[in-house]
T-cell receptor, first 112, second 112 residues
Framework: AQSVTQPDIHITVSEGASLELRCNYS??????LFWYVQSPGQGLQLLLK??????LVQGIKGFEAEFKRSQSSFNLRKPSVHWSDAAEYFC??????????FGAGTRLTVKP | DAGVTQSPTHLIKTRGQHVTLRCSPI?????VSWYQQVLGQGPQFIFQ???????GRGNFPDRFSARQFPNYSSELNVNALLLGDSALYLC???????????FGPGTRLTVT
C-alpha cells in the first residue's frame, strides 16, 4: 500500500533563508508525487507534481522538488523563503486509481 | 475559470444527525474525490467518483456515502454523526488527462 512520511512536523526559517521540506514515500511502482500547500482554514493548492522524466521539477511560487528513486524521497526546496510562504505543506502520492495518500504535513513558520 | 466550489462553508450539527455536503468540480473535470481532514492531520481519502460510478473508497464506515450527478457535481452524506466526524471535508476534481487533483476550499463540519 502506498504511504507518505513527512518527518518534520514543524520547521522555522528566517525570511530570505533557503528551505527544504522532506518527504519519503512507499509505493510499489513509479509513483505520481505531489506537493500541496494549505493556508489556515483553506483548501489545498497544488505546488508541483512529478509523473516521469526529469527528476527535478519546477512549481509555482519559486518552489522545486527532486525525485530520488534510490532514497524514495521527493523533497521540496526553495532558495529564498518569503513571509507569505508560511503555511502547512503536504506531500502526497497518487496512482492510476486517483486515490491520493497524504503525509501528515509540515508546518512552516517564517521569522522576520 | 471557476475552481472547485463547495457548500456550505461551515456547518454545525448535533450528534446523531445527518449532513449533506456539496461539491461542483472544475468545468470539464469528470472525476470528484472526497477527503476528510481532521485538525492537525493530512487529508484522508473517503471516496472517488468518475462518470457517476464509484471508483474508490477509503477506510470509512458505511455511515459515509456519496454520489455523483450527470453534471459531475457530487454530494457527500454522513449519517448518525459522531463527535469524531468533526473535520474539514475537502472535495477535489481531476481531468481525464492527468492524476493531479484540484481542491476546493472545504466545508468545516462541527459536531456537538
Amino acid at each position: 500500500a502506498q504511504s507518505v512520511t513527512q518527518p518534520d512536523i514543524h520547521i522555522t526559517v528566517s525570511e530570505g533563508a533557503s528551505l527544504e521540506l522532506r518527504c519519503n514515500y512507499s509505493y510499489g511502482a513509479t509513483p505520481y508525487l505531489f506537493w500541496y500547500v494549505q493556508s489556515p482554514g483553506q483548501g489545498l493548492q497544488l505546488l508541483l507534481k512529478y509523473f516521469s522524466g526529469d527528476t527535478l521539477v519546477q512549481g509555482i511560487k519559486g518552489f522545486e522538488a527532486e525525485f530520488k528513486r534510490s532514497q524514495s524521497s521527493f523533497n521540496l526546496r526553495k532558495p529564498s523563503v518569503h513571509w507569505s510562504d508560511a503555511a502547512e505543506y503536504f506531500c502526497a502520492v497518487g496512482s492510476n486509481n486517483n486515490d491520493m495518500r497524504f503525509g501528515a504535513g509540515t508546518r512552516l513558520t517564517v521569522k522576520p | 475559470d471557476a475552481g472547485v466550489t463547495q457548500s456550505p462553508t461551515h456547518l454545525i450539527k448535533t450528534r446523531g444527525q445527518h449532513v449533506t455536503l456539496r461539491c461542483s468540480p472544475i468545468s470539464g473535470h469528470k472525476s470528484v474525490s472526497w477527503y476528510q481532514q481532521v485538525l492537525g492531520q493530512g487529508p484522508q481519502f473517503i471516496f472517488q467518483y468518475y462518470e457517476k460510478e464509484e471508483r474508490g473508497r477509503g477506510n470509512f464506515p458505511d455511515r459515509f456515502s456519496a454520489r455523483q450527478f450527470p453534471n459531475y457535481s457530487s454530494e457527500l452524506n454522513v449519517n448518525a454523526l459522531l463527535l469524531g466526524d468533526s473535520a474539514l471535508y475537502l472535495c477535489a476534481s481531476s481531468s481525464p488527462w492527468g492524476p493531479e487533483q484540484y481542491f476546493g476550499p472545504g466545508t468545516r463540519l462541527t459536531v456537538t
